[in-house]
Nanobody
């Protein structure tokens, strides 16, 4: 069984920063890409960022490029999302997802396990 546990969400003022963490528990964290998605009320879930197993390949949604950074610590089975210069439109529930393959992209169908989500609220 695989569990993804997100943490680090909260309330922050516009322009502020948050760091989300996703701890992967169980088997087969190894050799998998990891991703972050988000879903705001009334909107569909959207891709935020992804990182390959090796960390050599990262991709971001255009809306977060230059502000968010995805990273991973394979020794700790943890993936991070550093979010800087937050905007009110970044407010959403953020989900961590484990890829079914080692190099993942923005398609949610490439991910097989999802966390429960962590709320990010940005006040203007």
């Amino acid at each position: 069984q695989v569990q993804l546990v997100e943490s680090g969400g909260g309330l922050v003022q516009a322009g502020g920063s948050l760091r989300l963490s996703c701890a992967v528990r169980g088997r087969t964290y190894a050799l998998r890409g990891m991703g972050w998605f988000r879903q705001a009320p009334g909107k569909e879930r959207e891709f935020v960022a992804t990182i390959s197993w090796s960390g050599d390949s990262v991709h971001y949604a255009d809306s977060v490029k230059g502000r968010f950074t995805i990273s991973r610590d394979n020794a700790e089975n943890t993936v991070y999302l550093q979010m800087n210069s937050l905007k009110p439109e970044d407010a959403a529930v953020y989900y961590c997802a484990r890829g079914a393959i080692s190099v993942t992209g923005p398609d949610p169908r490439e991910y097989d396990y999802w966390g429960q989500g962590t709320q990010v609220t940005v006040s203007s």
